[in-house]
């Protein structure tokens, strides 16, 4: 069976620093991955989607980048951390499916709550 | 373009009473597929059900049941009996090609409160 790993689980920063949130899935080669951020009470919002090791796709123009290095490895970074940066960040993998997107549900690690001060 | 309309941004009910939440989407492609997801209070989704466009059968899991209507663009969920667990915030998904790449959409969620 596929599990997702996230980590930090919690993480607070000043602004003005660093990010590097790692996200790994074990039992599945090539899966479709993304990053969601979700500001308190609110929807989901994409961040970045990969189809493949060193292929991003941004949804929105923002302070963050995203890397895959590895099949099953997904990274979210940042050079300088903005306090619009605070938020609950997502990750989540699916069984690949054309161009990025998927027909396929789509499974979430538990989460990293970012707090910056 | 697609989109995913949740109106119902919370609801509260007192346990054993049904709930249905509401789900209405807006797509033109004639395949797509519509997901319903729950985000308990420790944050991390679970996936619940998807549905193709082609298949308006309602499904029912346990106390979960799912009424899918195409004329309505609605895929409306019910939880019977509803349970102090069942608390949480329900996201429901679309799922549609664009130029033949499928585009990912969730509606903005509806928190359920069920109260003992």
């Known amino acids: 069976s596929q599990t997702i790993h996230q980590w930090p689980a919690t993480l607070v920063q000043p602004v003005g620093s660093p990010l590097s949130l790692e996200c790994t899935v074990e039992g599945t080669s090539n899966p479709n991955l993304y990053w969601y951020r979700q500001a308190a009470g609110r929807g989901l919002q994409l961040l970045f989607y990969?189809?493949?090791?060193?292929?991003i796709s941004s949804e929105v123009p923002q302070n963050l980048s995203a890397s895959r290095p590895q099949d099953r490895q997904f990274i979210l970074s940042s050079k300088k951390l903005l306090l619009s940066d605070s938020g609950f960040y997502l990750c989540?993998?699916?069984?690949?499916?054309?161009?990025?997107?998927?027909?396929?549900?789509?499974?979430f690690g538990d989460g990293t709550r970012l707090s910056i001060l | 373009a697609q989109k995913v309309t949740q109106a119902q941004t919370e609801i509260s009910v007192v346990e054993k009473e049904d709930v249905t939440l509401d789900c209405v989407y807006e797509?033109?492609?004639?395949?797509?597929?519509l997901f319903w997801y729950k985000q308990p209070p420790s944050g991390e989704l679970v996936f619940l059900i998807r549905?193709?466009?082609?298949?308006?059968q309602n499904e029912i899991s346990g106390r979960y049941s799912w009424n899918f209507q195409k004329s309505t663009s609605s895929f409306n969920f019910t939880i019977t009996a509803s349970q102090v667990v069942d608390s949480a915030v329900y996201f429901c998904a679309l799922s549609a090609t664009t130029s033949g790449t499928y585009k990912y959409i969730f509606g903005t969620g509806t928190r359920l409160k069920v109260l003992a």
């Open positions: 990969s189809v493949g090791i060193g292929q």
């Open positions: 797509t033109r492609d004639t395949t797509y597929y």
């Open positions: 989540a993998w699916a069984f690949s499916g054309t161009g990025g997107y998927s027909n396929q549900p789509q499974h």
């Open positions: 549905r193709n466009s082609f298949d308006e």
